[in-house]
């Protein structure tokens, strides 16, 4: 059976999803749109060859009885309402991050989904599905550096838009770190804090960049991540596992080192959508096989509410200038480890 999909966001990650999931991925067709831009997206649908039926809401895409499930890649705020329609419509949803914007929406999906009785939501933490990350865990979980004791993360961004403002640099940025470390080292956080640095000159009125976003887990690993989105030079990203007996990093993407009129070097990327560009085909497919047999493997309703609850305790320790706790809800037996 081909999953029928249908997408509710058709912006640039929107668009390169269902273009994706419809002509690359094994085992899924996009049979429906929905957009704000209404008439942006029956040009898309008609220009990239999918030709889906246009909805004009979202809930009506939802209810579709030729949809099977769902991708939403709508602008954050959007995100929880829109889940908890498709769990309402008991259809699976892929979520692009963040699940919610806030710790309370990120629960309320939790508990809409344990109420229907099965998993339905996966949520958009594509560095999972990276051949870096997972080569770094493997290395981990082998016992090659003894246990992690420290983590040395950077996230850098050579430019961000001007919509781009206040806690963005955690809530839409620092959160992938906030995902794929938790994964990463197999704990959970208990407290955090944030620390501004100089305001480089390159950032715009309404944000303070570069900031420092420090991470304590249960198990005490210690956690450092600089966040810089106009550092200018490229898409940067860095994470160094310090463990016992040694230090474990993530790989840098290919390029071809270079020497070349008197320098030594290679390129650095600088399109985040890049970066990552294998993780996502692999993530969805791991999605659209996983859907078509009833499963979700991937990142859950809890681990997106995770996420959602440690930035909003980021953002307040950011605010108060202390050491905030990450307060989590009692995990339910439904979203227990493997
Ligand atoms: C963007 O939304 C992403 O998901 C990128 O991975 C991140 O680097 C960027 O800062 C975000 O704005």
Same mark, same amino acid.
């Given at each position: 059976?081909?999953?029928?999909?249908?997408?509710?966001?058709?912006?640039?990650?929107?668009?390169?999803?269902?273009?994706?999931?419809?002509?690359?991925?094994?085992? =899924?067709?996009?049979? +429906?749109?929905?957009?704000?831009?209404? @008439?942006?997206?029956? $040009?898309? !649908?008609? *220009?990239? %060859?999918? &030709?889906?039926?246009?909805?004009?809401?979202?809930?009506?895409?939802?209810?579709?009885?030729?949809?099977?499930?769902?991708?939403?890649?709508?602008?954050?705020?959007?995100?929880?309402?829109?889940?908890? =329609?498709?769990?309402? +419509?008991?259809?699976?949803?892929?979520? @692009?991050?963040?699940? $919610?914007? !806030?710790? *309370?929406? %990120?629960? &309320?999906?939790?508990?809409?989904?344990?109420?229907?009785?099965?998993?339905?939501?996966?949520?958009?933490?594509?560095?999972?599905?990276?051949?870096?990350?997972?080569?770094?865990?493997?290395?981990?979980? =082998?016992?090659?550096?003894?246990?992690?004791?420290?983590?040395?993360?950077?996230?850098?961004?050579? !430019?961000?838009?001007?919509?781009?403002?206040?806690?963005?640099?955690?809530?839409?940025?620092?959160?992938?770190?906030?995902?794929?470390?938790?994964?990463?080292?197999?704990?959970?956080?208990?407290?955090?804090?944030?620390?501004?640095?100089?305001?480089?000159?390159?950032?715009?009125?309404?944000?303070?960049?570069?900031?420092?976003?420090?991470?304590?887990?249960?198990?005490?690993?210690?956690?450092?991540?600089?966040?810089?989105?106009?550092?200018?030079?490229?898409?940067?990203?860095?994470?160094?596992?310090?463990?016992?007996?040694?230090?474990?990093?993530?790989?840098?993407?290919?390029?071809?080192?270079?020497?070349?009129?008197?320098?030594?070097?290679?390129?650095?990327?600088?399109?985040?959508?890049?970066?990552?560009?294998?993780?996502?085909?692999?993530?969805?497919?791991?999605?659209?096989?996983?859907?078509?047999?009833?499963?979700?493997?991937?990142?859950?309703?809890?681990?997106?509410?995770?996420?959602?609850?440690?930035?909003?305790?980021?953002?307040?320790?950011?605010?108060?200038?202390?050491?905030?706790?990450?307060?989590?809800?009692?995990?339910?037996?439904?979203?227990?480890?493997?």
């Amino acid at each position: 059976m081909t999953l029928r999909i249908g997408i509710i966001g058709c912006g640039a990650i929107g668009q390169d999803h269902a273009r994706r999931l419809h002509f690359k991925l094994q085992g =899924a067709t996009v049979v +429906a749109l929905n957009d704000i831009h209404r @008439e942006a997206t029956e $040009a898309f !649908s008609e *220009a990239s %060859g999918i &030709r889906a039926r246009v909805y004009e809401h979202y809930q009506d895409l939802i209810q579709a009885p030729d949809v099977d499930a769902l991708l939403i890649a709508s602008w954050g705020p959007a995100h929880e309402e829109q889940v908890l =329609a498709c769990i309402d +419509a008991g259809k699976p949803v892929f979520c @692009e991050k963040p699940l $919610a914007t !806030s710790a *309370a929406g %990120g629960l &309320r999906i939790v508990e809409a989904e344990v109420k229907a009785g099965r998993k339905l939501v996966q949520v958009g933490f594509m560095r999972r599905y990276d051949a870096g990350y997972r080569q770094l865990k493997q290395t981990l979980q =082998a016992g090659t550096i003894g246990d992690a004791l420290m983590v040395h993360c950077a996230h850098r961004n050579p !430019s961000v838009p001007e919509m781009y403002v206040g806690d963005m640099n955690i809530t839409d940025t620092h959160v992938h770190e906030i995902d794929v470390l938790r994964w990463l080292l197999d704990d959970d956080y208990v407290s955090c804090q944030v620390i501004e640095g100089r305001k480089s000159r390159h950032a715009h009125a309404g944000l303070h960049d570069p900031i420092m976003v420090l991470l304590e887990t249960r198990q005490g690993i210690r956690i450092d991540t600089e966040i810089f989105v106009a550092c200018r030079f490229g898409y940067d990203i860095q994470c160094h596992v310090v463990g016992e007996t040694g230090v474990a990093s993530l790989p840098e993407p290919m390029s071809v080192p270079l020497r070349s009129q008197g320098r030594q070097g290679g390129a650095i990327l600088m399109d985040w959508k890049m970066r990552f560009i294998d993780s996502y085909d692999v993530e969805l497919q791991a999605w659209i096989d996983d859907t078509r047999k009833g499963l979700v493997t991937g990142p859950t309703a809890w681990d997106g509410y995770f996420a959602s609850a440690t930035a909003e305790a980021c953002v307040e320790a950011r605010r108060s200038k202390s050491i905030a706790p990450v307060r989590i809800a009692e995990r339910p037996d439904f979203y227990a480890r493997a």
